[in-house]
């Protein structure tokens, strides 16, 4: 499988994802340990938000970029999903028909996000 493509499915990355841990990979880590790195990630990812848009600054040679922290983030939420049976795809349609029943009129009224 070409692993640089410029759009893919969730599906499709779910896939890729799985692919590339039975080859490179050797097997999944446990479904514990990777939800420790998700966490870990997810810190990351506050860490390089917090410099970048907040009243931080970044350390010497600190990762600067996002995209690459949300790509571990979503490369290790493919693997969870990958391990516990989930179909992602399906998954976030079903969150955000929720959303959209749940929330359609909440935000629009909200006097907090009026201009």
């Known amino acids: 499988m ?3 493509v410029d ?4 599906h499709e990355a779910q896939q890729m ?3 590339w841990i039975k080859k490179y ?3 999944y880590f446990s479904e514990l340990t990777n939800m420790a790195i998700l966490t870990e990630e997810v810190g990351e990812l506050a860490s390089v938000m917090s410099r ?3 009243e931080q600054s970044f350390k010497e040679g ?4 996002p995209a690459d922290e949300m790509a571990d ?6 693997c969870l999903a990958n391990q516990t049976g989930v179909d992602m795809t399906s998954a976030l ?3 955000i028909e929720k959303k959209t029943n749940r929330d359609k009129e909440r935000h629009l009224q909200n006097p907090k996000l009026k201009d």
């Not at 759009?7 to 969730?10: D, E, F, G, S």
């Not at 983030?73 to 493919?78: E, R, T």
């Open 2 to 4: 070409n692993y640089l």
């Open 7 to 10: 759009q893919i499915t969730l």
């Open 17 to 19: 994802v799985d692919e």
């Open 25 to 27: 990979g050797v097997r």
């Open 52 to 54: 970048k848009y907040g």
């Open 62 to 65: 600190e990762n600067q970029d």
């Open 73 to 78: 983030i979503l490369w290790v939420l493919l």
């Open 93 to 95: 349609r079903k969150n």
